[in-house]
């Protein structure tokens, strides 16, 4: 029969020592020994020998010893023995037959291995699920961090997951890809394409990559290098797929932009030659075979020198070559040779072309024909000589013609006592366009003003012709102003009837009463200053003179009075402008300056006419001769 | 003199504090993953200077995670303690600062080290300055003797007790 000890070991796990005031151990059941792996131990053994997992808890035995408390208890305490044990280790105050205390340790194994293998699946369930988080966080970072888009989606379509770069892509965030088909991020005229390759691939496995367009719901025209895989699901069928996009958009657009480039260099009107660094001939477009006779298949593999016509020495092809050699381009004219010996000029600039390392990899070089243009330009050069030439002999024609005008022009005033006689002449060209002559006729004066057309040494000739019949004219019909302008006409007009003139004939008699007669041929109207302060302009007009013959020309008459004064003038004064550009003009301009300018002798109020019209002009050039010619009928008869 | 001294091994779960016990008392090393459960308690001695000794009662207790904690039973009359983290695992470094705290509560005044365990993953020659760089610069930590330890391949291991040791014993550690 089992004693209790035996029933509380075999049955339940607890054992048992009694623990003495000196903390010395008696035990009395040896299977506490066992169940500690421990054969029975001779002499005095103390309670930290056989549980030192109470060094430390001093405190707490002492006050379970004296009583101060009940109980004490380590739980869980972990051993291995001859095999793995756990046991609730407990203290009892217990003061019966001179003890201390009961130590009873329980038996926990059973309790710890199911409770570690609880803990210990839980404890790997939370690592690897913390590990699960890293990973996928490390997974999005790295795909965040690839800049080609990247998506995966599951075998139903719908998106799963996408890198940043793919977001940015379709123009939508992430949250809005995730759950949606690619039917609603891309437009409706190309998803279908990409849904029916995803089924395809579904279906296939393996590997998908091919190039398409992508148009976005924002309209964005893409073009994408698709790369795309299935991965399995965890039934071993199809998972899903992920796929790799390569925007190539600006490669094809460049490559676009290429083939353009490459079109309008064959299409150049230019011939262009592509070489190696060496001059081997790599490219010639079409201009150039054209030019030369040479086909492309003769041409590539030569060199430039098949062009060489020997017209150039040794020197300029070292000087064209050692310039682009440098890294630098070269412009100039080479005299070529085409294939069947023809010679033609070209303008020729050579380009070096470089490596990403700065090397010289080719030249370019484009070539213009300017055969014609050299032609024309040695023709332009003979002709520019010609009038050159003829230019200086105009000039020394000028000069005389200059020389002779010169002496044409009046320079003394006749001498009459009856009036005074004043001229300003200010010639706007080497030639001038305006003639005057003044002379005494028997007591009287005889007036002539014109203004003939050009300044050139045509103009001089003619000029020399009107003086000549001006002069004759006088002592013909020097009393008759209008019979004086008819007999100009006539003789210009069968004469030299590309040259024309406005002239004013006039003759001033002085008997009783000064009387003013004159014919006006186009010319502006004399203007007439009386002495009591009126002004105004005199007569009417009449043809022009020398345009066609027989015309007729109305004799005017004006009676004049002493003080009187009388200006003839060419069109330069009336027609000068300010710097508006607005002329003083004929009709008030003109009569206001000379009332303004009313001074003084007749020299004076002269000057002062051209001081007005000189202010009028302010900084303007001066545009045409000017002339005025001033009268003044005397008080009294100087001399007589 | 010998001297007997508690010393607790504190830290979250699968941070290597058996392995390391195991690397101190056994000069062993499994990498199967065996959760601890309760305490288990191992004695190893070591030398002091002269003739003195000490018996370290090494108390290798259960790791706690949000759902578990530490017994404050285990932790009473602990001489010193050993903070452990794990470098791999970040979380485990930002609990040193809680364990750490508890263990000062409960026996202000023992000494303590921390180990940055499982230093052989960020390389063969990681040292104490890359592990403290790993912690949080702040409380007793900042100030904490830090040992970079592998219970794989050992490093410091040995070193880290010797120096709780005299820690422990620079404090003036009881005889027991």
Redesign the interface.
């Known amino acids: 029969m089992k004693g209790v000890p035996e029933i509380l070991s075999e049955k339940f796990g607890i054992y048992y020592a009694l623990v003495n005031p000196d903390l010395a151990l008696d035990v009395s059941d040896s299977a506490l020994f066992r169940y500690l792996g421990l054969e029975s131990l001779p002499g005095t053994l103390f309670l930290a020998d056989l549980f030192?997992?109470l060094?430390?808890?001093?405190?707490?035995v002492a006050a379970v010893i004296s009583g101060s408390r009940q109980e004490f208890?380590?739980?869980?305490?972990?051993?291995v023995t001859d095999r793995e044990i756990?046991f609730d280790l407990y203290l009892y105050h217990y003061p019966p037959a001179g003890r201390a205390a009961l130590l009873v340790v329980k038996d926990a194994t059973s309790e710890?291995l199911s409770?570690?293998a609880v803990?210990?699946r839980r404890?790997?369930l939370?690592?690897k699920n913390?590990e699960l988080i890293s990973n996928e966080y490390f997974i999005r970072t790295l795909l965040d961090m690839i800049p080609n888009p990247i998506y995966y989606k599951d075998r139903g379509g719908a998106y799963i997951g996408c890198n940043d770069a793919f977001a940015k892509f379709i123009s939508l965030t992430r949250e809005e890809i995730i759950g949606k088909t690619v039917h609603e991020v891309v437009e409706r005229s190309n998803s279908f394409f990409f849904s029916d390759k995803d089924n395809d691939l579904l279906k296939t496995g393996g590997v998908q990559q091919f190039e398409a367009p992508i148009t976005g719901l924002d309209g964005k025209k893409s073009h994408v290098i698709f790369s795309k895989a299935m991965f399995p699901g965890e039934d071993g069928g199809p998972g899903g797929i992920v796929g790799v996009l390569i925007d190539i958009t600006e490669r094809k657009r460049m490559e676009e932009r290429l083939s353009q480039l490459g079109t309008a260099v064959e299409k150049s009107p230019a011939s262009i030659v592509i070489t190696d660094p060496s001059g081997r001939i790599e490219y010639v477009n079409q201009k150039f075979c054209d030019l030369t006779g040479f086909t492309v298949g003769e041409a590539l593999g030569e060199n430039p020198r098949i062009l060489k016509s020997g017209h150039h020495s040794r020197e300029f092809y070292e000087g064209l070559w050692s310039t682009i050699g440098a890294g630098h381009e070269w412009r100039g004219e080479i005299l070529n040779r085409k294939k069947n010996g023809a010679l033609y000029w070209e303008m020729v600039s050579i380009s070096p072309i470089f490596d990403d390392g700065g090397n010289i990899i080719h030249f370019v070089a484009v070539k213009e024909d300017i055969t014609d243009l050299k032609r024309a330009m040695e023709e332009l050069v003979k002709t520019g000589n010609e009038l050159r030439r003829s230019n200086e002999t105009m000039q020394e024609d000028l000069q005389i013609a200059r020389r002779v005008v010169d002496a044409l022009i009046q320079k003394e005033m006749p001498v009459i006592d009856a009036c005074a006689i004043e001229c300003i002449y200010r010639p706007f060209n080497i030639i001038g366009g305006d003639y005057y002559a003044l002379r005494a006729l028997d007591g009287g004066l005889s007036a002539f003003v014109c203004d003939i057309s050009g300044h050139g040494v045509g103009s001089a000739l003619f000029l020399s012709l009107i003086r000549y019949l001006s002069g004759l004219l006088v002592a013909e019909c020097g009393y008759e102003p209008g019979r004086y302008l008819a007999e100009l006409n006539g003789h210009l007009a069968a004469v030299m009837s590309t040259y024309f003139l406005t002239a004013i004939y006039a003759h001033v008699s002085f008997d009783e009463t000064p009387l003013l007669r004159f014919s006006n041929g186009g010319h502006p109207h004399p203007i007439v200053c009386r002495c009591n302060g009126d002004i105004s302009y005199a007569g009417d007009n009449g043809p022009l003179v020398g345009i066609s013959p027989y015309m007729n020309y109305q004799t005017f008459s004006v009676e004049l009075a002493p003080g009187d004064r009388v200006f003839f003038y060419t069109d330069g004064l009336p027609e000068t402008r300010n710097r508006e550009g607005r002329e003083i003009g004929l009709d008030d301009g003109l009569l206001n300056m000379f009332e303004r300018a009313r001074r003084g002798s007749l020299k004076e109020m002269m000057e002062a006419i051209f001081e007005e019209m000189d202010r009028y002009r302010g900084d303007r050039p001066v545009e045409d001769d000017l002339l005025l010619i001033g009268i003044e009928i005397m008080k009294q008869a100087r001399g007589r | 003199m010998e001297y007997?001294w508690?010393i607790t091994i504190l830290g979250d779960?699968?941070v290597g504090k058996t392995s390391l016990v195991q690397r101190f008392v056994y000069n062993t090393f499994s990498d199967s993953?065996?959760?601890?459960?309760?305490?288990?308690?191992s004695?190893k001695e070591v030398k002091l200077g002269g003739t003195d000794t000490a018996m370290l009662?090494l108390w290798d207790i259960?790791?706690t995670?949000l759902f578990t904690q530490v017994?404050h039973?285990?932790l009473?009359?602990?001489?010193g303690a050993i903070i452990v983290g794990d470098i791999s695992?970040k979380?485990t470094l930002a609990s040193l600062e809680k364990h750490l705290a508890l263990f000062r509560e409960i026996n202000p005044g023992s000494g303590y080290v921390i180990a940055v365990n499982k230093t052989d993953l960020i390389g063969a020659d990681a040292g104490t300055e890359a592990a403290r760089r790993h912690l949080p610069a702040t409380g007793a930590l900042s100030t904490a003797e830090v040992f970079a330890t592998s219970a794989l391949d050992g490093r410091n291991v040995e070193s880290m007790f010797t120096a709780l040791a005299k820690k422990i014993e620079g404090r003036g550690g009881s005889e027991?």
């Open positions: 030192y997992e060094i430390g808890f001093d405190d707490d208890c380590i739980p869980t305490i972990n051993r756990y710890g409770l570690r803990q210990q404890n790997e939370v690592l913390q | 007997k508690k779960f699968a993953y065996l959760t601890t459960i309760g305490v288990k308690v004695r009662l259960a790791g995670d017994s039973d285990y009473r009359g602990a001489s695992r979380d027991k």
